[in-house]
């Protein structure tokens, strides 16, 4: 079992930053995969960005590229940070975060099993 933990969510006015926290943790594995999908009422859940387990593979949906960086927290790799800058309006949204074993890499929400419960991310205009 793989427990995920997702923190950092709150208001900000469009143009600002916010930085969320994922944290996995389980007694097989030290490294994940992790990503992260928004989600907001009425809409189906979207991705927003990937890290492999190595480190060596990010992706990013187009909408939030080069506003956006995902990266580990340190060298245990089962930590990871979405660092949020320039935010607009239309980032409202849940966010969660969602882990996967090592030696897979995937930004399908359905190729997820854990994820974390979620935070509330809203953007003022």
């Known amino acids: 079992q793989v427990q995920v933990v997702d923190t950092g969510g709150g208001l900000v006015q469009a143009g600002g930053s916010l930085r969320l926290s994922c944290a996995a943790s389980?007694?097989?594995?030290?490294?994940?995969?992790m990503a992260w999908f928004r989600q907001t009422p009425g809409k189906e859940r979207e991705f927003v960005s990937a890290?492999?387990?190595?480190?060596?593979?990010?992706?990013y949906a187009d909408s939030v590229k080069g506003r956006f960086t995902i990266f580990f927290k340190d060298n245990a790799k089962n930590t990871v940070y979405l660092q949020m800058n320039s935010l607009k309006p239309e980032d409202t949204a849940v966010y969660s975060c969602?882990?996967?074993?090592?030696?897979?890499?995937?930004?399908?929400?359905?190729?997820?099993?854990?994820w974390g419960q979620g935070t509330q991310v809203t953007v003022s205009s």
């Open positions: 969602a882990a996967h074993p090592p030696g897979y890499y995937s930004i399908t929400d359905s190729d997820y099993d854990y």
């Open positions: 389980g007694r097989t594995f030290r490294t994940y995969t």
């Open positions: 890290i492999s387990w190595d480190n060596r593979t990010t992706t």
